[in-house]
């Protein structure tokens, strides 16, 4: 127990003009946290002194209720009485500080933690050893959501983050800002996963070790955005059977649209009909580029070309074909795909 602690266990009522406060499943006088008079009572928007302390469930204030509190109306008591501030309990203030400053000056900002989200206190921490904890906390962190946890070697020290606040998770390797109501990742490692779903990208993205970000599409025509570290993307021809010279209109001039000025690798690949003879064209708006031309084998023959160009912000990529050539439009084997160099 220390001074400034609240009591908020139960509920209170009273009548507006009196100075006795009825309290319902309060402790008021055996509680592990006992009123006496000089402690201050926080309901209905005023602060009134309590003068004494009859038992559990009443209590007496200095000054008369300014408004009537009906049953069930929460509250908030706050050790405040000056006799409060025994030589101990000063101690125990001095030593909260203590903590704090420690708290402080150990960890900097960011705070490195062993973990941010954690909702079960660990059996065996070492002292030092922070956490922030998660949403839903358990056992000694019941109720510190969202707080920092350290251990002190004896017991859990308790802080809450003001916004802005900064936290490294040091096990993921993660950095955490605290928002108004929450802790937002600001960072994400990604070692050998795979995003299988769209990955939206607000910022810069930057890949290390790799020249060029690439995206796949099937079907139809794509536009891709710019990237820092280049960029590069595939124009998959997805309708899935033989067919002649059936690469639709739209696609020739459209398609992957260059984001940003420079020197590009660009790459095709065809499965032509056996048989079939006749050329397929890489465009750029609209204008035949490069092409790689039949007869196909007895099953169909697997083509492909590239060719290294200079390409400007805008430039539409696309296919054209002649008309006696036959292909197979399936993403795996039909595709151009494009990748910044330089």
């Not at 405040?80 to 500080?97: G, N, Y």
Request: with cysteine; proline share 4%; glycine share 14%.
């Amino acid at each position: 127990m220390a001074y400034g602690d609240i009591v908020s266990s139960g509920t209170v009522s009273g009548s507006s003009g009196g100075t006795t406060v009825t309290g319902s499943s309060t402790a008021w006088a055996s509680g592990p946290l006992p009123l006496r008079a000089g402690d201050q009572l926080y309901v209905g928007g005023y602060v009134y002194p309590i003068t004494a302390v009859a038992s559990d469930t009443s209590l007496t204030i200095g000054v008369p209720l300014q408004a009537s509190v009906s049953g069930g109306t929460s509250y908030r008591a706050v050790l405040a009485a000056p006799t409060r501030q025994a030589v101990a309990e000063v101690a125990d203030s001095i030593a909260d500080l203590v903590k704090q400053a420690q708290f402080l000056t150990q960890s900097g900002n960011p705070i490195l933690c062993v973990a941010v989200g954690t909702n079960t206190p660990p059996g065996s921490p070492a002292t030092g050893d922070t956490y922030v904890i998660g949403t839903s906390p358990s056992g000694a962190w019941a109720g510190r959501a969202g707080q920092f946890a350290r251990w002190t070697g004896t017991a859990w020290y308790f802080s809450a983050p003001a916004v802005g606040a900064m936290a490294i998770d040091t096990t993921a390797l993660e950095l955490y800002m605290r928002g108004s109501s929450a802790w937002n990742i600001r960072s994400l490692q990604v070692a050998g996963s795979t995003i299988t779903d769209n990955l939206i990208v607000t910022g810069n993205l930057r890949v290390q070790g790799q020249p060029a970000v690439r995206a796949y599409r099937t079907g139809g025509a794509t536009t891709l955005a710019a990237g820092e570290y280049g960029w590069a993307g595939t124009l998959g021809l997805n309708q899935g059977s033989w067919t002649t010279a059936a690469i639709s209109g739209a696609i020739s001039g459209a398609g992957l649209v260059v984001p940003k000025t420079g020197i590009y690798m660009l790459s095709m690949t065809v499965l032509i009909n056996s048989g079939s003879g006749g050329r397929i064209y890489t465009t750029v708006n609209s204008s035949p580029l490069f092409s790689v031309v039949g007869p196909g084998g007895t099953t169909g023959l697997l083509v492909g070309a590239s060719y290294l160009t200079g390409l400007t912000a805008g430039d539409k990529l696309g296919f054209k074909t002649e008309a006696s050539i036959s292909l197979y439009l399936a993403d795996a084997h039909t595709y151009l795909s494009a990748a910044m160099v330089s």
